[in-house]
């Protein structure tokens, strides 16, 4: 029977970023995350590659010798089955209801229903800065704001749920990640959904954005660093009067964000924040 290696650790809240940019590097199918009531993250990965797994053991021991991490086999089978027993509906604000497949018979039917499977890959919905984006796109939706005629991009689309839920409501446009398992994921997550025809997806950051291209609304839920890396890339593919939404970043670290984008001439933006997350909309 096939064996996982489980990984688990424990940071402070104030390596949250460092932490999240080494795992991208080194388990970028997904991890987990649990606030603890201390002000501390509870991580937990799991892989098949054992050698791999031993090497991220090390680095960890060797960055954070703090962090009692520890690590033990479990059996691959009750790693999916878990996710049965975890998963649960989700309603981000007043227009979009996340649902696991096994559960479509439990759906309300005045909610626009997302479909993703959940797995160890990116975004099913439940981490803060997802729920905030997805309601930011469902109240622009209802005051009228996003029209079926627009187009967008979901920059580090990971499943791809961004880009699902805004070709739920008529929208076309693109989503693109730097790592290619999470466009294989979105794509099995896109045609679960049955919106192939109004999402195109590429592996790549804002290298992979024709030079050319500009959208109606522009999504990036990614971190802080990036978001501040990318603003000299990412304002040019605004159309006038666009939308912007960001995410993935902390409430402390927001104003930095902002300011990254506001030396480029953009307004300031208004702000989300869901416990410790944070959204910025330009609006």
Same mark, same amino acid.
Not at 68 to 96: H, Q, R, S, T, Y
Not at 246 to 265: D, T
């Given at each position: 029977?096939?064996?996982?290696?489980?990984?688990?650790?424990?940071?402070?809240?104030?390596?949250?970023?460092?932490?999240?940019?080494?795992?991208?590097?080194?388990?970028?199918?997904?991890?987990?995350?649990?606030?603890?009531?201390?002000?501390?993250?509870?991580?937990?990965?799991?892989?098949?590659?054992?050698?791999?797994?031993?090497?991220?053991?090390?680095?960890?021991?060797?960055?954070?010798?703090?962090?009692?991490?520890?690590?033990?086999?479990?059996?691959?089978?009750?790693?999916?089955?878990?996710?049965?027993?975890?998963?649960?509906?989700?309603?981000?604000?007043?227009?979009?209801?996340?649902?696991?497949?096994?559960?479509?018979?439990?759906?309300?039917?005045?909610?626009?229903?997302?479909?993703?499977?959940?797995?160890?890959?990116?975004?099913?919905? !439940?981490? +803060?800065?997802?729920?905030?984006?997805?309601?930011?796109?469902?109240? *622009? $939706?209802?005051? @009228?704001?996003?029209?079926? %005629?627009?187009?967008?991009?979901?920059?580090?689309?990971?499943?791809?749920?961004?880009?699902?839920?805004?070709?739920?409501?008529?929208?076309?446009?693109?989503?693109?990640?730097?790592?290619?398992?999470?466009?294989?994921?979105?794509?099995?997550?896109?045609?679960?959904?049955?919106?192939?025809?109004?999402?195109?997806?590429?592996?790549?950051?804002?290298?992979?954005?024709?030079?050319?291209?500009?959208?109606?609304?522009?999504?990036?839920?990614?971190? !802080?660093? +990036?978001l501040m890396e990318l603003s000299t890339d990412i304002?040019?593919? *605004? $159309?006038?009067? @666009?939308?912007?939404?960001? %995410?993935?970043?902390?409430?402390?670290?927001?104003?930095?964000?902002?300011?990254?984008?506001?030396?480029?001439?953009?307004?300031?933006?208004?702000?989300?924040?869901?416990?410790?997350?944070?959204?910025?909309?330009?609006?």
């Amino acid at each position: 029977m096939s064996q996982l290696l489980k990984i688990e650790f424990t940071l402070p809240e104030s390596e949250i970023d460092s932490c999240s940019v080494f795992l991208g590097e080194k388990a970028a199918h997904g991890w987990e995350e649990i606030p603890l009531d201390d002000d501390s993250i509870y991580y937990t990965i799991h892989l098949k590659d054992h050698p791999l797994a031993m090497n991220i053991v090390d680095e960890i021991n060797k960055r954070w010798p703090y962090s009692g991490c520890k690590f033990g086999e479990i059996e691959e089978e009750n790693w999916g089955l878990a996710w049965k027993d975890f998963f649960v509906p989700l309603m981000c604000g007043e227009v979009f209801e996340i649902l696991p497949p096994w559960m479509t018979d439990q759906k309300h039917e005045h909610m626009t229903h997302i479909i993703i499977e959940p797995k160890m890959a990116f975004g099913t919905g !439940s981490h +803060p800065t997802t729920s905030l984006c997805l309601e930011l796109i469902g109240e *622009l $939706k209802n005051k @009228g704001r996003i029209k079926k %005629s627009m187009n967008f991009m979901d920059l580090g689309t990971g499943s791809g749920i961004l880009a699902i839920a805004m070709a739920k409501i008529g929208m076309k446009g693109s989503g693109v990640d730097i790592d290619p398992q999470a466009v294989v994921c979105a794509r099995e997550n896109i045609k679960a959904n049955n919106v192939e025809d109004n999402i195109t997806l590429a592996v790549g950051s804002a290298d992979a954005i024709s030079t050319d291209a500009k959208y109606d609304i522009f999504v990036a839920n990614i971190l !802080s660093g +990036p978001l501040m890396e990318l603003s000299t890339d990412i304002v040019p593919h *605004l $159309k006038e009067n @666009g939308i912007l939404i960001l %995410s993935g970043l902390l409430e402390e670290q927001s104003e930095k964000v902002a300011e990254a984008y506001m030396n480029l001439g953009l307004p300031e933006p208004e702000q989300f924040v869901e416990g410790e997350w944070a959204a910025l909309l330009w609006s």
